[in-house]
């Protein structure tokens, strides 16, 4: 499914600055196609042309989330991210934005805008408050090596990010990608279910290799690989659906070597072992633990799944308890 937005802040000048010439054209003839299809005015053409320009250009730009984890972030940089943010009026002519980077709570985001680019009545109401939104911005200021850590952005969009319309709510905007366990057909038996104390022991105890090939046994996956330094993933199939719908699933399991809650140091250097998972030509990037599972380590997942177009799925220890006890495959 391509990738929509619905711009509340749009800075066309600074958005023009980093289109390269065939953006340029793709954005006059887009301007053309709304004025003439849909009959837009140039002002409302002019927008939606940059809406779309911006729809194509996310999915080029690096992830402010994985950029960070992997230390490549710097000033200067475009980037985007879809996150909460505070947003207020600073004056007639300025808002303020502030947050803190999802994949490390320590650093605050920061940045300023002009409201002379707010777009209509809708960008001039919604933007204020705590909202979750979409941007698209310049890095002008990155300071992690000191008491408090701190970006400044300089966006050139914010706004919705818009994914599908879900019956009885046509104009939901939803940009989460997440698939939740029992969304799997094969894990049907898990449905309603609960954990016990004892069963969250048993998984503890499980070695990573008896945990994967048990998920192999429920899937029905035959061809469980060797683990190696190498490899992208330690488990990859198409024998998985949703409502009888085909779909294939990448997993990273991680067993008890990674002690207590896992953390985004504890999936390689930097998160490479997050970021490699998406190599692979798969639907669904699914990340395995036997414990907790931070909420920075679902950040990262959903950056890198909106970076790669896929989708994301995290499996708890509680949830693995859970799944592994419906289909027998508890050692206990």
């Known amino acids: 499914m ?6 509340l802040f749009l800075h066309d000048r600074l958005i023009a600055g980093a289109l390269a010439l065939d953006d340029r054209r793709t954005l006059e003839r887009e301007v053309e196609r709304l004025q003439k299809v849909r009959q837009w005015d140039f002002q409302w053409a002019h927008v939606g042309a940059y809406e779309t320009i ?10 402010l989330d994985i950029a960070l984890v992997e230390r490549s972030l710097t000033e200067g940089s475009l980037v ?3 996150q ?20 490390d709570r320590s650093i605050a985001l920061e940045g300023r805008f002009s409201t002379s680019h707010l777009i209509g009545t809708t960008g001039q109401h919604e ?21 408090k850590p701190t970006i400044r952005l300089r966006p050139t969009f914010i706004g ?14 939803d940009d989460r990608s997440e698939v939740h366990p029992e969304e799997i057909d094969q894990f049907a038996a898990m449905r309603g279910r609960r954990v016990t104390k004892p069963d969250l022991t048993a998984v503890a105890s499980m070695s990573e290799d008896a945990v994967k090939h048990a998920f192999a046994d429920i899937i029905g996956e035959p061809f469980v690989p060797k683990d190696w330094a190498g490899e992208t993933s330690d488990l990859a199939t198409t024998r998985l659906s949703i409502d009888g719908t085909p779909t294939s699933a990448a997993f990273a399991f991680k067993g008890p070597g990674a002690k207590g809650k896992l953390h985004i140091a504890d999936m390689g250097k930097r998160g490479d072992q997050a970021i490699r998972l ?24 959903s950056a890198i799944a909106r970076s790669s177009g896929k989708q994301y799925m995290v499996i708890d220890g509680a949830t693995t308890a859970i799944l592994l006890r419906s289909y027998n495959k508890l050692l206990s």
């Not at 919705?160 to 905007?173: A, C, D, F, M």
């Not at 395995?288 to 950040?299: E, F, G, L």
């Open 2 to 7: 391509d990738l929509k937005v619905q711009a």
């Open 54 to 63: 911006v729809s194509h250009q996310l999915g080029q730009v690096p992830e």
């Open 80 to 82: 985007t991210l879809t």
């Open 84 to 103: 909460d943010f505070n947003v207020r009026r600073v004056s007639a002519d300025e808002g303020a934005f502030r947050s803190k980077v999802d994949v």
């Open 127 to 147: 933007i204020y408050g705590r909202k979750r939104f979409t941007m698209l911005a310049y890095v002008e200021h990155v300071a992690l090596d000191v008491p």
């Open 160 to 173: 919705w990010r818009l994914g599908p319309s879900i019956p009885g709510l046509p104009n939901l905007v």
């Open 278 to 301: 998406a190599q692979e030509p798969v639907d669904i990037l699914i990340v395995q633990h036997h414990n907790q599972i931070v909420p920075a380590v679902r950040h990262l997942m």
